[in-house]
């Protein structure tokens, strides 16, 4: 029988038992004092009251002379007053006001006479342009309610009331603890089976972000003693622990032994995906969090997880989610058991919100930084249908998704150079790219899902590319097609060529492992075509339904060693210095639709197009030609 978790509780359920519990230990921060310019963002322990009025004297508000305001009494316009010198004393503002005064002259509204004295044209009332004592603030008052958030303006009103220093909450410790034999500290030529260790790095800038401190521990090998004494030794010296990898059921996972020995608990196992196998624990008061060592299970347990005691321990309201509707691109499917949390690029097309699934595997961390949402479904959902509306938990502003242009097509790595030039020449600009071959985006773009699409479709009975499908599929000539660039399409095999491949059909020969391009794609279409011209059964080739998305991950696997060939572009081989053998010259164009043609992110793409730099880019990434990109193709 397979291991089962010991729990599959509901995340509501789990974070609300796992507060009460912490709540019985005692679980509550600490408190520090600091000097007052030190506070800004800090959350404040206590009241802080005025120790002194400000301002402590009467002051002048203004420029000007401190009179008595009797002695002013009666002059107007047409019947004006002069004061002698010693009816007056000169004051700027700030200055303490004398006693024996009681009004203030504005420099402005006095006219200086030769003998020495000065003339007013209007009577001054008392206490006229001077500052109270105590106007601002009296001492003994209160400046800072307890659990407030020291502004820069507060910092001033304490520091004006005397007050120099203030206690505080306590930035919470969070201690984070990387385990695993194969882990390594970060460095650029790891060998194979070595993981680099940058979960703590992500872990640590997270709870920063949210007001705490983080102190990252040297990686622990798999060793349950080693383990065992480096969460005592974390436990006694933070506020809060994470204990990264071995939450799982592996036979050298010992998180929940080594925490169960140390304290308690209280979930093994949460019904959330990713995130699964989240062990909540504590040592008395000490929560002490086990995070699965796949990193996008780690941020999703820790972001849910963990936040919530720091934000308790801050004594500082939860930011609330900001949310909005949005239209997927593409299906969802999901398991009943468990709350998903989905990944996805966004962007407005028209007046549609579009939502597209980005990858939803544990250990792809890139699929975070570029998603612009995050879709959540519920527990007992079994998924979504393309073109659904769905409720998103926005991570990107809504103005940074009003002006990103959607690309759903083919892949290439252009279109990251594009997008980097578009975001250079306007900052406001943004793009965000979905790879789902040359037909998804043609499909993308006749759902009103798409701004523009890559597409590289060969026609097999002329050997044209792109024209008859932009007839077939749109009939009412409701899109432009532009000229991109002409690519070198080819088989990428290993460096020096180590199984001799020089031509296509040898990717059917004994002990050829292929990788090959998912269905739909315009290298797909290629690669199928080229077999049924040199007669090979498919189904003898090994690995043939092996399919990957982009032709840098094609890449990837060949130089990874897992695959020995599969058919990409040339600047995808250069790129991971493997050895290439030229098949053909294809049309890698884009269909933009007309509703789309005078969007500002548009027109900056065509600009990008046609510029120097964008020739000069891509004729040195190699395996390209460029002739008139941005131009508009004539079907006919």
């Given at each position: 029988m397979g291991f089962?978790?010991?729990?599959?509780?509901?995340?509501?359920?789990?974070r609300a038992d796992y507060r009460k519990l912490l709540k019985e230990q005692g679980f509550g921060p600490r408190t520090e004092v600091?000097?007052?310019?030190?506070?800004?963002?800090r959350v404040t322990a206590r009241a802080v009251y005025a120790h002194i009025c400000a301002p402590h004297y009467a002051a002048s508000a203004m420029d000007g002379v401190a009179v008595c305001a009797r002695?002013?009494?009666?002059?107007?316009?047409?019947?004006?007053?002069?004061?002698?010198?010693?009816?007056?004393?000169?004051?700027?503002?700030?200055?303490?006001?004398?006693?024996?005064?009681?009004?203030v002259i504005m420099v402005e509204d006095i006219v200086k006479n030769e003998d020495g004295s000065i003339t007013?044209?209007?009577?001054?009332a008392p206490w006229q342009h001077i500052r109270q004592i105590g106007e601002d603030v009296c001492a003994?008052?209160?400046?800072?309610?307890s659990h407030m958030t020291v502004s820069p303006s507060a910092i001033g009103a304490m520091i004006a009331g005397g007050v120099l220093e203030i206690e505080v909450i306590a930035k919470p410790v969070v201690g984070?603890?990387?385990?695993?034999?194969?882990?390594i500290p970060p460095c650029t030529d790891p060998k194979p089976g070595d993981i680099l260790e940058f979960n703590g790095s992500i872990f640590s800038a997270?709870?920063?972000?949210?007001?705490?401190?983080?102190?990252?521990?040297?990686?622990?090998?798999?060793?349950?003693?080693?383990?065992?004494?480096?969460?005592?030794?974390?436990?006694?010296?933070?506020?809060?622990?994470?204990?990264?990898?071995?939450?799982?059921?592996?036979?050298?996972?010992?998180?929940?032994?080594?925490?169960?020995?140390?304290g308690q608990v209280l979930y093994h196992g949460i019904a959330m995906k990713p995130g699964k196998p989240a062990i909540l624990g504590c040592q008395g008061a000490k929560p002490i969090l086990g995070v699965p060592g796949y990193p996008v299970s780690g941020i999703i347990v820790v972001e849910q997880l963990l936040k919530p005691l720091i934000d308790h321990w801050l004594k500082v309201p939860a930011v609330p989610s900001q949310y909005a509707q949005a239209i997927l691109t593409r299906p969802v499917v999901s398991g009943l058991k468990y709350q998903e949390f989905v990944r996805v690029r966004m962007g407005y097309v028209g007046d549609r919100l579009m939502a597209s699934p980005l990858s939803r595997g544990s250990g792809v961390v890139s699929s975070f930084m570029k998603a612009d949402g995050i879709l959540e479904v519920p527990q007992g959902l079994e998924g979504f249908e393309a073109g659904a509306e769905v409720t998103v938990r926005l991570l990107s502003p809504l103005e940074k998704l009003r002006n990103t242009l959607v690309v759903i097509g083919s892949h290439d790595p252009l279109l990251d150079e594009v997008a980097d030039m578009l975001h250079l020449e306007d900052s406001s600009l943004f793009m965000s790219s979905s790879h789902v071959g040359s037909m998804g985006g043609i499909m993308a773009i006749r759902r009103g899902e798409a701004h523009a699409a890559g597409c590289h479709l060969l026609n097999t009975q002329d050997g044209s590319y792109n024209r008859s499908f932009m007839k077939k599929y749109f009939p009412r000539g409701d899109v432009k097609l532009v000229r991109c660039v002409g690519r070198q399409q080819g088989l990428m095999v290993a460096r020096g060529n180590p199984l001799n491949i020089q031509k296509f059909s040898d990717i059917a020969a004994e002990g050829v492992r292929y990788v090959n391009r998912q269905k739909g794609s315009g290298t797909r279409i290629l690669t199928d075509y080229l077999c049924k011209q040199e007669n090979l059964d498919?189904?003898?080739?090994?690995?043939?339904?092996?399919?990957?998305?982009?032709?840098?991950?094609?890449?990837?696997q060949i130089v990874s060693g897992s695959a020995d060939a599969g058919m990409g572009i040339y600047s995808a081989a250069k790129l991971y210095g493997l050895d290439f053998i030229p098949i053909c010259i294809e049309e890698y164009d884009l269909i933009i639709p007309d509703h789309a043609w005078e969007t500002p992110m548009v027109r900056q793409l065509i600009a990008t197009l046609k510029s120097d730099g964008f020739r000069d880019k891509i004729l040195s990434l190699g395996g390209y030609t460029v002739e008139n990109p941005g131009e508009i193709i004539p079907l006919d």
């Open positions: 089962e978790y010991l729990t599959n509780v509901p995340l509501e359920q789990a600091i000097p007052v310019y030190e506070a800004c963002g002695d002013t009494f009666g002059a107007t316009e047409t019947t004006p007053v002069t004061l002698q010198k010693e009816q007056y004393i000169v004051l700027d503002t700030g200055d303490p006001v004398p006693e024996d005064r009681d009004a007013i044209h209007a009577a001054a003994g008052e209160m400046i800072l309610p984070i603890i990387p385990t695993g034999d194969e882990i997270m709870v920063k972000s949210w007001g705490a401190d983080a102190v990252v521990y040297p990686i622990v090998p798999d060793k349950f003693d080693q383990i065992k004494a480096m969460v005592s030794r974390a436990a006694a010296e933070c506020d809060m622990v994470i204990l990264n990898a071995g939450s799982s059921a592996g036979r050298e996972d010992y998180s929940a032994r080594v925490i169960r020995e140390l498919t189904s003898a080739i090994y690995g043939y339904d092996r399919e990957e998305l982009t032709h840098t991950s094609v890449a990837a």
